[in-house]
């Protein structure tokens, strides 16, 4: 099947300051990602949608200015936390869906934790 | 409204025996998608069923859709220890592409 990975796996920052997830899908084009976050316990949240040469949709509730999407390549997205607080500390995960890959089933990565102090 | 609600909570039950989770929703979907999660880690696809199939097999996996109850289940036969995770069902709407998640069950297969 279809690998997505995420890099860093795990990060721990100050508040304050601003954190940069990649999200890459190594064998296929992914026109559309997706963005999830997901509190301990809870179910997954989607956070926005991602294409490739276009500004981000953002769910509801999301603030755009404050998690950053640039979907630059075909097989690259980034997330990035601006100024980061306790608050934000979640497991972010990513997911791809491309022309390339089924029409209907996203891939996931392994997800990132991210632990603000 | 919460799309996709799953019960039970929480499973508990021996290797061998067979683990059904069910998942309800509100809306009209395309299909709907059943993943895995181990804790801490990335979500695994199981299986999808679209919305004109009733029933979907995959070795030990038993997947029903009803589209009129909006309900779904999985079966899990024979589970073993390593069943042991969360699971989550998902549902792709007919007004977009993105999948909406339940709340998931969590699965305890004891040895």
Redesign the interface.
């Known amino acids: ?1 279809a690998v997505v990975s ?1 890099h860093p796996s795990r990060v721990i920052c100050k508040s304050g300051t601003s954190v940069k997830i990649e999200c890459r899908s190594l064998d296929f084009q992914a026109t ?1 990602m ?1 963005w ?1 976050r997901q509190f301990p ?6 956070m926005a ?1 991602s294409n490739e040469g276009s500004k981000a949709t953002y769910e509801q509730g999301v603030e755009k200015d404050k998690f950053l999407i640039n979907h630059a390549s075909l097989t690259l997205s980034t997330l990035t936390v601006t100024s980061a607080h306790p608050e934000d500390s979640s ?1 972010y ?1 990513c ?1 791809a ?1 491309g022309p390339q890959g089924p029409q ?8 990132t ?1 991210l632990l603000v102090l | 409204s919460q799309q996709g609600e799953e019960d039970p909570q929480a499973l508990s039950i021996q290797e061998g025996e067979n683990a059904t989770m069910n998942c309800s929703y509100k809306t009209s979907i395309n299909n709907l998608q059943w993943y895995r999660q181990n804790s801490g880690r990335g979500l695994v696809h199981l299986i999808l069923i679209r919305s004109n199939e009733r029933e979907k097999h995959s070795g030990r996996l038993r997947v029903t859709l009803d589209t009129s109850k909006k309900s779904s289940s999985l079966l899990i036969t024979a589970s073993r220890a390593a069943d042991t995770a969360s699971y989550f069902c998902a549902t792709e709407e007919t007004s977009g592409s993105r999948l909406t998640f339940g709340e998931g069950t969590q699965l305890t297969v004891n040895p």
Not at chain 1, 41 to 46: A, D, E, H, Q
């Open positions: 099947g995420q559309t997706f999830y316990k809870k179910s997954l949240m989607l949608t497991f995960i997911s869906r209907e089933t996203q891939y996931f990565g392994p997800g934790r």
